[in-house]
């Protein structure tokens, strides 16, 4: 066991699957080595081990791509976080009357992740994958979504941000500034150029299991439509948390 209680083994092995994406399906044995930075020889029982869980396959020119096995999690995980049309229905009439792209995101540990996405009806517009892990330490989204959240779990946020440690202080402020506002403003916290707004998403005990979030370019959120858009984002949260079918 290493000091934050992960097998290190398995944790290897998760750090080599996430190095497969929609832009890289495939990699050579030694690109895969290079970029884990391990030794060639543990990547080959890594991968191994993977692909007698159906997790990996080994193609006939030699590269490894993802197993066929992965399509039973993907299943599972459709299943266990599929959204429902209800709450669709509030993204999508949101996304329409603001212009702007609507995702839904959930705190997993000390990341975020979309779980629902609805795209702006501008031609210019930011656009994340679904399932992507993106950070707690910049974003509006990422304000509403550690309302409540644990001190320890702030202050392994703040660690991971750009700011380190030093930054626990602010990002506590800003999530007290959310709390009390009822929502988050970013601007370019994580990409230049991009700015988000989050309102949080509450269980009828008043606990935030869910953030819907506005993202788009940063010279459309000026303070006259953040404004709007604060006030459509926060009626929007309200609406799904009065469906109590987020958990």
């Keep these: 066991m290493n000091a934050d209680g992960g097998v290190r083994s398995v944790q290897r092995a998760l750090d080599l699957l996430r190095r497969f994406d929609e832009d890289r399906m495939a990699w050579t044995v030694s690109d895969l080595a290079r970029a884990c930075e391990l030794p060639k020889s543990t990547v080959v029982r890594m991968i191994a081990t993977l692909e007698g869980a159906g997790m990996l396959w080994t193609r006939p020119d030699g590269q490894i791509t993802v197993g066929a096995g992965l399509l039973r999690w993907a299943r599972l995980a459709r299943a266990a976080w599929e959204v429902p049309e209800a709450v ?79 930054f626990h202080a602010e990002l506590a402020a800003q999530i007290a500034a959310a709390e009390r506002d009822g929502y988050a403003v970013s601007h370019g916290e994580r990409e230049e150029g991009v700015s988000g707004i989050g309102a949080p998403i509450v269980d009828a005990e008043g606990r935030v299991v869910a953030a819907i979030a506005l993202g788009g370019p940063t010279s459309r959120f000026t303070p006259d439509r953040i404004t709007a858009f604060a006030a459509r984002l926060v009626a929007a949260a309200r609406r799904i948390s009065d469906l109590r079918v987020l958990s």
């Design 88 to 166: 669709r229905q509030v993204m999508r009439e949101v996304a329409q009357e603001c212009g702007e792209t609507v995702n839904l995101y959930v705190r997993q540990d000390v990341v975020r992740v979309s779980i629902a996405q609805e795209e702006g009806t501008r031609t210019l517009r930011h656009i994340l994958r679904v399932g992507d892990e993106l950070p707690l330490w910049a974003g509006g989204a990422s304000k509403v979504l550690l309302i409540g959240a644990p001190g320890p779990v702030v202050r392994a946020v703040a660690a991971r941000s750009p700011r380190g440690e030093s």
